[in-house]
């Protein structure tokens, strides 16, 4: 099991950035894909991002792919999600998840574990 923090969450103004960490507990941190995903007022959860440590794989939503990249320091047991030329449609919840599946996962339900989401506001 390990146990997810995130922080990093603002309100920001479109064109704007933000970074986004997640800091996870347990010594197991580079046996797990780490995601970020997110969940806006009204909307259902969505997948955002999500780094494989096997190989280094990464995968982005359409929505927000070349704006925003995700990255992971197994030294510090950190993700982070550095997030460029926001715009208002980003303003969420966004939520750091973990899953022992070896690859990149883009389904929310196969996260077993999750942090408590951080705010993500972005004004136009």
């Known amino acids: 099991q390990v146990q997810l923090v995130e922080s990093g969450g603002g309100l920001v103004q479109a064109g704007g950035s933000l970074r986004l960490s997640c800091a996870a507990s347990g010594r197991t941190f580079s046996s797990y894909t780490m995601g970020w995903f997110r969940q806006a007022p009204g909307k259902e959860r969505e997948f955002v991002a999500c780094f494989s440590w096997k190989g280094g794989s990464t995968s982005y939503a359409d929505s927000v792919k070349g704006r925003f990249t995700i990255s992971r320091d197994n030294a510090k047991n950190t993700v982070y999600l550095q997030m460029n030329s926001l715009k208002p449609e980003d303003t969420a919840v966004y939520y750091c998840?973990?899953?022992?599946?070896?690859?990149?996962?883009?389904?929310?339900?196969?996260?077993?574990?999750w942090g408590q989401g951080t705010q993500v506001t972005v004004s136009s």
């Open positions: 998840a973990a899953t022992i599946i070896l690859a990149p996962v883009r389904e929310g339900s196969y996260y077993s574990n």
